[in-house]
């Protein structure tokens, strides 16, 4: 047994509550115009919607997002238009890892000086099979080079899309130079026994699994919270999960069990259209169903077959 | 035995020669100053050498050219630099696929605007599994909003790296409704059986193995030449081959055993840092050694095995 399996209840809740970035944040959705453009007044509506929902904060260009398919003009526009709109910067993460080191310099800098310290940073990801001294300097440059002392940054680990894992070793360089700068990390491999093994390792770190499957065993580990993308669609059941956790309330199995039978019966689709397609219904809004190249919208049938596995839950959007 | 492998030398020889595109291409290395800016100057001498040293044409940021790791602009400007120096436009094949569309679009219409029209493209590689109608879509888009008759489309097939196969379905695809625009593949899977079914299945294509390993049998089978990166370090060596071939001369072989047995021996090492370590070497020039990150510069003892390893061949570069 592990010191963070003894842990017990009470002062693993103060662990994750005291963390300097923790809670339920959703990778948001970002949705498209018709030729595929980025469409900013659904997409601050929905921002300010999962914030109303309870989301304590908003990762901005993961995966969800489908960050890396538009353009840095695109990123840098949303972030700037969501600021504009006055979302607050500090319930903002922002994804700014990208393969060329100038791009991933250029968003970070961007994110930063708009008062967005929090970058959930990929590693660069064209090349595979990297050493860890090539991606400990990727980042130490991006880090040099932005240069603000402010900087929190969050590692992305989604080695099934990335192909590019963080490992330990990278962590451990990295937090040897940069204490004060290494934050985080989101583990979005699915894999419980990575995602404890991190936190057993680097208690100094925020780490956010990458689903609500895995929120409330984090929590007991002395994990941050979890930066899920069913947020989208499920921000108030996560974040009641969280509530009941934090509050050792009698009904957190049950919330907790429900919140993950949601999850399954929308992960059995391609998730960023599935939650598109429930929130397009949930509006009565077709235009949210889009998404962009190379991803194809969800169709009807499987939208059928969704709807009809969440209402057999009896769940439908807030 | 198929209809490519039934063919004589003599036909499949005249069909080699007289494709749109073929020969011997060398996907370009990019040298970079200590900031890891692209050293201009360099590479323009490298393009030249490469050109004097007999390849038919320059692949511009594929793999071999770091290209991930560049920003467009960066891309951009080195191709303008290239064409301002009097390189040929009709003997560059630009890289221009990226995860984004309206990147690769930016791309793809910069190089078209600027006399370049044949271009190699990636799929978008970021998301996995994704369906061939959504990578349709994608190409398609792309095809569509550059709306120039002269583009020519090479597919850029590197699972390896990129995750995202093209597909014979995907081929199939465009193929129907961009007859004019899809022009050729660079086969990088190093997978020779995949580059035969190919080029039986699609004669109209200009089909290029990724590596001199395969040139010969693909010019015996109807492929196009080759795109290979270590036409760096030995363009004469592959340029030889493919002259024998089409001379019909008796040291084809020969020629075609010793090119393959170089290749071997660089290809034992990260091939990247390799072929920059061996051009620094050759120039007497150390820092052509960079590479960018997440790359490492090949160490010290890796090189001097390389070079053992060479001299063993008795090859040194032109």
Redesign the interface.
């Given at each position: 047994m592990t010191q963070a399996e003894r842990k017990p209840d009470a002062s693993a809740r103060a662990g994750a509550l005291t963390r300097p970035i923790h809670g339920v944040w959703s990778p948001t959705l970002v949705p498209v115009h018709e030729d595929?453009s980025i469409d900013v007044e659904r997409f601050i509506a929905h921002a300010r919607w999962l914030l109303a929902q309870g989301c304590h904060g908003l990762a901005l260009f993961g995966?969800t997002s489908e960050a890396?398919?538009?353009?840095?003009?695109?990123r840098m526009a949303l972030l700037e238009a969501a600021l504009a709109a006055g979302i607050d910067p500090d319930r903002l993460m922002v994804g700014t890892g990208c393969?060329?080191?100038?791009?991933s310099e250029?968003l970070t800098r961007h994110a930063v000086d708009n008062g967005c310290k929090m970058v959930l940073m990929l590693?660069?990801?064209?090349?595979?099979g990297?050493?860890d001294?090539?991606?400990y300097?990727?980042y130490a440059?991006v880090i040099d080079r932005v240069g603000d002392d402010e900087l929190r940054v969050l590692f992305y680990h989604f080695p099934?899309?990335?192909?590019?894992p963080i490992t330990v070793g990278l962590i451990e360089l990295l937090l040897a130079d940069y204490p004060s700068v290494i934050a985080g990390l989101k583990d979005s491999s699915g894999d419980w026994s990575n995602t404890a093994d991190l936190i057993e390792r680097f208690p100094e770190m925020c780490i956010f699994p990458g689903s609500e499957r895995y929120l409330l065993d984090g929590l007991r580990h002395g994990g941050a919270g979890c930066i899920t993308a069913t947020a989208n669609v499920n921000p108030s059941g996560a974040r009641g999960v969280w509530d009941a956790w934090a509050s050792g309330s009698n009904d957190l199995e049950a919330r907790n069990d429900r919140m993950i039978q949601v999850r399954t019966a929308i992960e059995a689709y391609p998730p960023i259209p599935a939650q598109k397609f429930l929130i397009a219904r949930h509006r009565n809004d077709p235009a949210w169903r889009r998404v962009?190249?190379?991803?194809?919208d969800l169709d009807d049938r499987q939208g059928a077959e969704l709807l009809e596995s969440l209402a057999k839950l009896d769940f439908t959007l807030d």
């Open positions: 595929f995966t890396n398919s538009f353009s840095l003009q695109e393969c060329a080191l100038t791009d250029r590693p660069p990801f064209y090349y595979k990297v050493s001294r090539g991606l300097r990727s440059q099934r899309l990335s192909g590019v962009r190249p190379p991803l194809l």
